[in-house]
């Protein structure tokens, strides 16, 4: 059995997950995705103030599933936190991971190394190992970094094609993904420690992308931009159908700081950025509007309701490169599940080509 | 039969291609990749006057294979072109086209799209359809108006992983070929046209990137920087230890312009930059250097030889964001074969593991 089905027994092969969107992903989204066979990340982002209440929500839904109700020693779920928040996030979140005990926990974004280990190592402590610890990655120095000071159980690979916050400077999954695998392959031979499993993130939205993630060397898959596309996402309307509307993603979105910017979001390190759908507010910043001057436009553009998105309009509409094959709005079980069984018919179509 | 051995009878499929690296891939590179079973690309680049010389040294070492020997209405290699040169370069070329018929002409980075068309239609006058014709594109845009105005015979999709020139604004393949892929599929159906075949660049260095490729939808590959580790690219020894030795090339590479104005190489439209490894140049130029003295340095290290080269000094080195898994010298044949058993290894294996 693979090391992703062992530990998280209610999913199946290829593990298809719901990054931890931050306001986005909720238990409404999450629960759908584990019940569907895989595994939802709800995104805490910077803050524990609606955790608890999530969790307890996510508890009642569970029960709609005999497949999730039957999962006992922990929450079918995982929980996602940006670590640049600091020692007070950490502190209000253990007893809730305590209490609640997620099947994962997933780390991004610290301002110091220091706060992945701390963060491991309390989290394992008040499990008692039952919490995963996932950590996401975009460089090969990052994934040997964290591996020999952490241990993680999973590295999430984060590839450019990312939609919202990525690193700035980062490859896409098709060399960053093998190049990680072989250094961490010998880094853990060389040091007896156990490798820890790769999951793939960044422009995969569908069956093609997701077998070439396995194909890449990743045991699973995580996808934000795809899900956006759900009823069961908690979005407005006008963010979805931007999303739906957008193609040509190399062209229409892009990385950057702007919007942390004029959100006021501006505690993440200095290396990440968020990728999302260009937009009046990154025309107008390009032809040298003053940053005071597009902060007010955009807080005129909030009162504005599902007119605030679009091309034509400002608000902030984070997604990857992907953005172009997400064409349909589709319950997040589907998206699951298409995926998945997507994904081993194309590995299985290619394979099966005649290359002579 | 696929349709690229069909058009190339000496190749083997998955077709594995090199790029027309800009004098880098030449007669000596090119003639091991066919005699391997591939289609390997002449860089002829805004320039024709060796190409007469590097078609007639082909022609002689294709002798000393019995395969390409045996190939007679073609020449079994490619030559590629950067179209903003201009109306001169297209009159230069036509005669050499027309008299040693290349199998495959590779256009690229026009500063009109009205050259593609004008290219195309001319090459396949001259030798009467007998070479076929490739575009490089980036985007899906450029995808659909170019299968529209000129019926490619193979559209080479570019991702943003790709060394040397490529767009500045770009996807990498994981999104970028299935989105290309789908729109072409509903063009094509639409208009009655044939669809190109989908040939992929950016990132590929070794097996698991070329079965991503497959499954992203590419019929074949297309590498640069996994050849400039071989013997026959023509390089100096400098410029390849730089290759050997550089990794984790999402943050040690970067794509700009930089270099282009300091080589005086100005003329390549907005759009495009070139993607290369990092070192004094761009570290001084990001310390505020001016171009002047930045030029200045850089013509000192043309002076320097093989010290010229690496992290710590200044010229340009030209690579992926693949590098990092390039980590030794081996024969244009050896990596063209090790490459296509490669990737339907990797293809094998992944399909048939027990997905749950």
């Not at 969107?21 to 982002?45: D, H, N, P, Q």
């Not at 499993?197 to 077998?211: D, M, N, S």
């Not at 597009?294 to 902030?316: C, H, P, Q, S, V």
């Amino acid at each position: 059995m693979d090391k992703l089905q062992h530990d998280y027994p209610w999913t199946k092969a290829p593990l298809v997950s719901c990054g931890p969107m931050r306001l986005i992903a909720l238990s409404k989204l999450t629960s759908e995705v584990s019940k569907a066979g895989g595994l939802g990340f709800i995104g805490a982002g910077s803050d524990c103030s609606t955790l608890a209440s999530e969790l307890e929500s996510f508890e009642k839904l569970q029960t709609e599933s005999q497949v999730l109700a039957a999962v006992k020693d922990v929450l079918p779920v995982g929980v996602g936190f940006l670590l640049w928040a600091g020692e007070k996030l950490l502190k209000e979140a253990l007893p809730i991971l305590e209490k609640y005990r997620p099947a994962a926990l997933w780390l991004f974004a610290p301002s110091h190394p220091d706060q992945l280990v701390q963060w491991t190592k309390e989290t394992r402590r008040v499990t008692q190992g039952k919490t995963k610890v996932w950590i996401q990655i975009g460089t090969v120095a990052d994934a040997l970094e964290i591996t020999q000071s952490c241990q993680p159980d999973v590295l999430v690979v984060q590839g450019n094609d990312a939609g919202g916050h990525g690193l700035e400077k980062c490859a896409g999954l098709v060399s960053l993904l093998p190049e990680v695998d072989d250094a961490l392959s010998a880094l853990c031979a060389e040091q007896e420690i156990k490798k820890p499993t790769l999951v793939a993130a960044g422009g995969i939205t569908e069956g093609r992308g997701a077998a070439a993630a396995l194909t890449l060397g990743a045991s699973g898959v995580v996808m934000g931009t795809r899900y956006l596309a759900s009823p069961e996402a908690n979005i407005a309307k006008g963010y979805r159908d931007a999303v739906l509307k957008a193609s040509d993603g190399g062209v229409t979105t892009e990385r950057g700081k702007l919007y942390d910017t004029l959100r006021g979001t501006t505690d993440w390190p200095l290396r990440y950025g968020g990728r999302g759908v260009l937009n009046e507010t990154h025309y107008d910043a390009a032809k040298g509007m003053s940053v005071e001057e597009n902060k007010r436009l955009y807080e005129d553009a909030m009162k504005m309701g599902d007119e605030g998105w679009g091309e034509k309009a400002r608000l902030t509409t984070y997604a990857g490169t992907g953005v172009g094959l997400v064409k349909e709005v589709k319950s997040a079980a589907a998206i699951t599940e298409e995926v998945r069984r997507g994904a081993i018919a194309v590995l299985k179509r290619t394979s099966t080509h005649t290359w002579t």
